[in-house]
């Protein structure tokens, strides 16, 4: 079971970013699939998740009209595409999954990958 989380790197504020999370030996199906992010010296906040089966989605209120989440079901993967990116949106950014999660709580999912770096700065 791997969950491979990319496409991070360093952006301009109000640039854009997509960040992808591939699913390797297990499928996707029946998961809710969760976006988390981590600064230094910050609290680990949740800013994204989508049920893979219907496509449902929820979006933390700081992230909401600039990110948008989505999936491709033939290659197993979510991704996060970041708009209007700021400087506070600078952050290890991760994926997770889980059988039951419902919202954006990390205790929530059952297993989580390595990180992407995220950095927003002129």
């Known amino acids: 079971v791997q969950l491979q989380a990319c496409g991070g790197g360093l952006v301009q504020p109000g640039g854009s970013l997509r960040l992808s999370c591939a699913a390797r030996?297990?499928?996707?199906?029946?998961?809710?699939i969760g976006w988390f992010r981590q600064a230094p010296g910050k609290e680990r906040e949740g800013v994204s998740r989508i049920y893979f089966t219907t496509g449902s989605t929820y979006y933390a209120d700081s992230v909401k009209g600039r990110f948008t989440i989505s999936r491709d079901t033939a290659r197993n993967t979510v991704y996060l595409q970041m708009n209007s990116l700021k400087p506070e949106d600078t952050a290890a950014y991760y994926c997770?999954?889980?059988?039951?999660?419902?919202?954006?709580?990390?205790?929530?999912?059952?297993?989580r990958g390595q990180g992407t770096q995220v950095t927003v700065s002129s």
């Open positions: 030996g297990f499928n996707l199906d029946y998961y809710t």
């Open positions: 997770a999954v889980g059988v039951s999660a419902y919202g954006l709580r990390l205790g929530e999912y059952d297993y």
